[in-house]
């Protein structure tokens, strides 16, 4: 018989964000964190290719919930003082500078989605806790759920999305509003606004830390959906 038609074009964006697309030879991948947090995405990816290999990486919602806080006030986004003034202010619902902590932390809904969109073999849930650990056995499992070639060593050691911290936090903001943005967007590639941005406003790391009565409040505030999510997966 012949072979199938290809899947059509990818929209403009599977959730309500802008898309991350990487391809490898004749592969293709979409990366980003909204796309599990946006509980339409599923269906779309789905009527977009409904044979697309999903992969999920979860983290403690608690632990994820406080890192997002981290990354806002590191980057400028949150000037909350601490974490619990952050949960109780006002909320904003801005992706990347958006403050709702625990309301992305909510697994259960969206990963739903994925389960009545997808027949289970095409996903792959992956526990952040636990791939870090055993990097090698991650990978090992993931190529196979892949169906590709492991027989090739990963770089282990490169980090990404370190925790870092911002200087000149006003002026910083000021470039991010729109119309300034696109005007730097559009005159220089990305390679200099990377230097730019390091020389003048990226700074050393910074210490925050999970007061562990914060910690077991939203242990407990997310205990039953958890357990739900468990039963799900």
């Known amino acids: 018989p012949p ?20 391809y490898i030879g004749d592969w293709s991948s979409d990366v980003c964190s909204s796309d599990l947090s946006n509980t339409t995405t599923a269906n779309r990816i789905f009527e977009h290719n409904y ?17 997002h806080y981290a990354m806002n006030f590191g980057v400028g986004y949150d000037r909350s003082e ?3 003034n952050a949960l109780n ?23 739903e989605s994925y389960y009545k969109s997808f027949d289970k073999k095409n996903i792959h849930l992956m ?9 090698d056995k991650a990978m090992s499992d993931l190529f196979d759920f892949l169906c590709v070639d492991k027989g090739f060593d990963i770089n282990h050691y490169i980090k990404h999305n370190e925790k870092v911290a ?25 390679g200099a606004k990377e230097k730019i941005k390091t020389k003048w406003f990226k700074k050393v790391e910074f210490d925050l830390s999970l007061s562990p009565k ?3 409040e939203l242990k407990e505030h997310f205990k039953e959906e958890v357990e739900q999510l468990e039963q799900l997966v």
């Open 3 to 22: 072979p199938p038609p290809p899947p059509p074009p990818p929209p403009q964006t599977f959730s309500s964000r802008r898309r991350h697309t990487r």
């Open 51 to 67: 044979e697309a290999k999903i992969i999920i990486s979860l983290r403690n919602p608690v632990h994820r919930a406080f890192s």
């Open 82 to 84: 601490t974490f619990e």
């Open 89 to 111: 202010a006002k909320k904003e619902q801005v992706w990347g500078g958006g403050n709702q902590y625990l309301e992305l932390s909510n697994y259960l809904k969206p990963i």
């Open 127 to 135: 526990i952040f806790e636990e791939w870090t650990r055993d990097k």
């Open 166 to 190: 911002y200087k000149n936090i006003r002026t910083l903001n000021l470039i991010r509003s729109k119309y300034i943005k696109n005007l730097i967007d559009t005159f220089l590639y990305s």
């Open 214 to 216: 914060t910690e077991d």
